[in-house]
């Protein structure tokens, strides 16, 4: 069975079954990760545009091994060194760009909407990889794939999402993906850095982090997101890491089974100390190996789509 849209925009509305093909299909990829030699001949003769707006290490980085290990041509495109410099409007820069004959595009942008925006100007499949607050669909994927990978299922879990969940993508795909498997979701942080309603889809509001701990699975820790501002809705970050850090001694406390993820970027010290980051609770860096694979998956799903 194919996925059922010809895009992934992100995980709202997004139905289970889609959801487990692109986790199984990351299954195989990731064995290929394992092999002295990393590369399938799966899209060989596609063509991806990776277009970057916004400032990105991990999943720029993943994106494009991800293609190249799928034998796709890649071209890449950031803001700093085009024409939108000169004063090109985006709709222009895409048309010039989908005139070259491409197949895929995966997108980062500040603003929330813009691949929606893309499906309406482009002929190709695009992938979100983060716009605005809104959905980052892939990196919620690979999340998802590295719980199931340390807990072997994700139905039933007690999911809790702590930290700046009002300015963060990450957030949200989680939730609308988590849900989708069954898994018992709640966010933790401040009142400040979480939106009012957002119980209305279905989540618990948490504000005590020792219970957080003690009651769930996982915790997805998120970065207080400063550039956009996070800094207004606490004190200082020192006092943000007094009652919402993870730290080993909190884990120690109330619950050793607990498994630790984190998006990346990490502010060490503010939202997981150090030592947590390193240590033996978390899968962060398996969180990255496994996100190229999630990226081969969605690649190849899409991209030998009929249509
Ligand atoms: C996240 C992002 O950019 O949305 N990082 C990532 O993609 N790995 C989270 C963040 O910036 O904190």
Same mark, same amino acid.
């Given at each position: 069975m194919p996925l059922s849209s010809r895009h992934l925009l992100g995980l709202a509305g997004v139905p289970k079954e889609d959801i487990q093909l692109i986790l199984d299909t990351a299954v195989t990829f990731r064995e290929v990760l394992?092999?002295? !030699?990393?590369?399938?001949?799966?899209?060989?003769?596609k063509t991806v545009v990776n277009l970057f707006f916004e400032n990105s290490t991990r999943t720029r980085i993943s994106f494009e091994l991800a293609q190249k290990r799928l034998s796709a041509d890649t071209v890449n495109f950031s803001?700093?060194?085009?024409s939108t410099k000169k004063g090109e409007t985006f709709k222009d820069t895409v048309r010039n760009i989908e005139a070259m004959k491409i197949d895929m595009i995966v997108v980062r942008h500040q603003s929330a909407g813009v691949p929606q925006f893309l499906t309406q100007i482009s002929n190709a499949h695009i992938i979100n990889a983060g716009d605005g607050r809104h959905e980052h669909p892939t990196q919620a994927l690979l999340d998802m794939y590295s719980i199931k990978e340390r807990?072997?299922?994700?139905?039933?879990l007690k999911v809790c999402i702590v930290g700046?969940?009002?300015?963060?993508r990450v957030a949200l795909s989680n939730i609308f993906g988590l849900k989708a498997m069954g898994a018992d979701v709640s966010v933790c942080g401040p009142p400040t850095l979480i939106p009012k309603?957002?119980?209305?889809?279905?989540v618990k509001v948490i504000h005590d982090i020792d219970k957080a701990i003690a009651e769930h699975d996982v915790l997805n820790v998120l970065r207080i997101q400063l550039e956009r501002k996070?800094?207004?809705? !606490?004190?200082t970050t020192r006092e943000y890491h007094n009652y919402f850090g993870i730290t080993a001694d909190r884990i120690e406390k109330n619950n050793k089974d607990v498994v630790i993820l984190h998006p990346g970027p990490i502010n060490r010290g503010v939202e997981i100390s150090s030592e947590v980051a390193d240590?033996?609770?978390?899968v962060i860096l398996d969180q990255v190996t496994n996100g190229v694979a999630i990226r081969m998956a969605v690649l190849y799903l899409l991209g030998t789509m009929n249509n």
């Open positions: 394992e092999r002295p !030699i990393k590369k399938v001949p799966t899209l060989q003769g803001t700093s060194t085009s807990l072997g299922k994700l139905a039933g700046d969940v009002a300015h963060s309603g957002i119980e209305s889809i279905g996070a800094g207004s809705s !606490i004190p240590g033996p609770y978390q």
